[in-house]
């Protein structure tokens, strides 16, 4: 009996391991596909951070527009973005200590004016109730001995080569401009520990890539900032910012320091044309005065707006002429929709007594650029 029932578990054996195996796969695989769902998403999200880690958050956004502004001294644009970069999360001494390290390289004039400038945006945000926060204290390293060498030591970290004294070249040929860069620059506005090295270096590439003939130093620059951990992605789209907020031109010099591919100004379909009109008499001065603002915020607002210069004859005062250029067909389209246009559209139809738009087209479209150079 036992032996029978031995022989018979015996004879089962197979069945019953193959019961198990089918078993042990089935608890097996949810757990196979769970391993392999977290493996993947682990992944995604470490690809995930990478790329986050190699775009600009919104408040270096922020310094890259203010530093770009207050070099350029567009104080009317500045005074948005000092708003802008307080809502991203810029303390009140971050953007102070920034617009302090912006006199080394855009003058004592343009930064002063950028913290008159930004004292305007503090009062008025108090005024509504805002409290911006201050954050970290400024201060000043306690020891102020041998700043030259203090400041030779913090180059070397920026550029991560040796720092001989005086520097080659220029410290030999102005001994006292090396002073400035090393004890100044270097060691009395960097011993503010309010700004990272990082954030210092953004902000110094902005201002010089806003500003022209000053390629050299961006060069430079772009090089420091690469050493201390900002990316090439990064740098291209700060060239982006510089775009927006600047102009094309200034934005490509730092495209062509990044051998990045460069962005053409003039587009294949700009357009070019004249307007010329006649303004019944009784209307003149308002029509003038329409024509007028609805210009100056074309040009001021619309980045497709190249030009709208209004002009009239000087024996007949009721002829309008008006040289209109859209960077495209686009930028010129989109012209049409702002609400300065619609004011002044609706608001003249009745003043104009005859309206002629002639299309043209540039003979010479790159020396037409250093027509508004001149200007500027």
């Given at each position: 009996?036992?032996f029978?029932?031995?022989?018979?578990?015996?004879?089962?054996?197979?069945?019953?391991?193959?019961?198990?195996?089918?078993m042990?796969?089935?608890?097996?695989?949810?757990?196979l596909?769970?391993?392999?769902?977290?493996?993947?998403?682990?992944?995604?999200?470490?690809?995930?951070?990478?790329?986050?880690?190699?775009?600009?958050?919104?408040?270096?956004?922020?310094?890259?527009?203010?530093?770009?502004?207050?070099?350029?001294?567009?104080l009317?644009?500045?005074?948005?973005?000092?708003?802008?970069?307080?809502?991203?999360?810029?303390?009140?001494?971050e953007?102070?200590?920034?617009?302090?390290?912006?006199?080394?390289?855009?003058?004592?004039?343009?930064?002063?004016?950028?913290?008159?400038?930004?004292?305007?945006?503090?009062?008025?945000?108090?005024?509504?109730?805002?409290?911006?926060?201050?954050?970290?204290?400024?201060?000043?390293?306690?020891?102020?001995?041998?700043?030259?060498?203090?400041?030779?030591?913090?180059?070397?970290?920026?550029?991560?080569?040796?720092?001989?004294?005086?520097?080659?070249?220029?410290g030999?040929?102005?001994?006292?401009?090396d002073?400035?860069?090393?004890?100044?620059?270097?060691?009395?506005?960097?011993?503010?520990?309010?700004?990272?090295?990082?954030?210092?270096?953004?902000?110094?590439?902005?201002?010089?890539?806003?500003?022209p003939?000053v390629?050299?130093q961006?060069?430079?620059h772009?090089?420091?900032?690469?050493?201390?951990?900002?990316?090439?992605?990064?740098?291209?789209?700060?060239?982006?910012?510089?775009?927006?907020?600047?102009?094309?031109?200034?934005?490509?010099?730092?495209?062509?320091?990044?051998?990045?591919?460069?962005?053409?100004?003039?587009?294949?379909?700009?357009?070019?044309?004249?307007?010329?009109?006649?303004?019944?008499?009784?209307?003149?001065?308002?029509?003038?005065?329409?024509?007028?603002?609805?210009?100056?915020?074309?040009?001021?607002?619309?980045?497709g707006?190249?030009?709208?210069?209004?002009?009239?004859?000087?024996?007949?005062?009721?002829?309008?002429?008006?040289?209109?250029?859209y960077?495209?067909?686009?930028?010129?389209?989109?012209?049409?929709?702002?609400?300065?246009?619609?004011?002044y559209?609706?608001?003249?139809?009745?003043?104009?007594k005859?309206?002629?738009?002639?299309?043209?087209?540039?003979?010479?479209?790159?020396?037409?650029?250093?027509?508004?150079?001149?200007?500027?």
């Open positions: 009996m036992w029978g029932s031995a022989l018979s578990r015996r004879q089962n054996t197979p069945t019953l391991t193959k019961q198990i195996d089918r042990n796969k089935t608890t097996r695989l949810p757990g596909l769970f391993f392999v769902v977290l493996l993947s998403t682990t992944v995604m999200n470490a690809q995930q951070t990478i790329v986050d880690n190699q775009r600009l958050s919104v408040p270096q956004q922020r310094i890259v527009s203010i530093s770009a502004l207050t070099a350029t001294g567009d009317g644009g500045l005074k948005a973005q000092l708003g802008a970069g307080l809502d991203a999360g810029l303390t009140v001494n953007i102070k200590e920034l617009l302090v390290q912006l006199y080394a390289y855009c003058g004592f004039p343009r930064s002063l004016n950028g913290i008159s400038t930004f004292m305007a945006v503090l009062d008025e945000r108090r005024a509504k109730g805002i409290q911006d926060p201050q954050g970290k204290e400024i201060r000043l390293a306690s020891d102020r001995s041998d700043k030259y060498e203090r400041g030779r030591k913090v180059l070397e970290t920026l550029t991560k080569t040796s720092q001989p004294k005086p520097a080659p070249g220029f030999e040929f102005a001994p006292r401009i002073a400035f860069l090393k004890e100044h620059l270097f060691a009395d506005v960097f011993d503010s520990d309010v700004l990272t090295y990082q954030q210092r270096e953004l902000v110094t590439i902005s201002a010089l890539a806003a500003m003939g390629a050299s961006l060069q430079a772009v090089k420091i900032g690469l050493n201390i951990g900002l990316t090439e992605n990064q740098l291209v789209e700060v060239a982006g910012l510089i775009e927006t907020f600047i102009d094309r031109t200034q934005a490509n010099t730092l495209r062509e320091v990044l051998a990045k591919p460069t962005v053409p100004v003039i587009e294949t379909d700009m357009m070019v044309r004249i307007a010329e009109l006649e303004i019944a008499p009784e209307f003149l001065d308002q029509y003038k005065a329409i024509l007028k603002e609805e210009a100056a915020k074309s040009v001021q607002l619309e980045p707006v190249i030009a709208i210069f209004p002009m009239f004859e000087k024996e007949k005062p009721t002829q309008f002429k008006l040289v209109e250029i960077a495209s067909q686009a930028a010129y389209q989109a012209h049409l929709k702002t609400p300065h246009f619609q004011h559209k609706t608001t003249t139809q009745n003043m104009v005859s309206l002629k738009l002639i299309e043209m087209s540039s003979i010479d479209p790159e020396t037409m650029q250093a027509v508004f150079k001149k200007l500027k």
